[in-house]
């Protein structure tokens, strides 16, 4: 399946530290953000995900708002954990907003870059 059919979701409002960190990252070891919060998402979830590959885009510095496009089973297992999630939001939108955040938060906080 090419990466051009996988699901879209636009993340907004990534704190500033998150950016920092993931730009940080991604100077270190040259691989795209979006790559970064992949590995993220599928580490989050317990997931064996390969890398996408392919040539790498940068995303503009500083944006707190990132199109991503996530792996059909990344795709699948943020809806399944958002339907279950109790969150203040009120959607399951909200809730998957929620999850990468925290996933990229534990990511980052936890010393896993």
Known sequence: ????????????????????????????????????????LCEHFGLDCD????RPQKGKKGTGTMLLRLQPEVWAALKAEAGVSDTAYGSPRGAMDKIIHSALANHYNGGHS
């Open 1 to 40: 399946m090419s990466v051009r059919t996988w699901p879209t979701y636009l993340l907004r409002d990534i704190p500033d530290e998150t950016r920092a960190a993931l730009e940080a990252d991604a100077e270190a070891t040259g691989l795209p953000m979006i790559e970064l919060i992949r590995e993220a």
């Open 51 to 54: 890398p996408v590959g392919g």
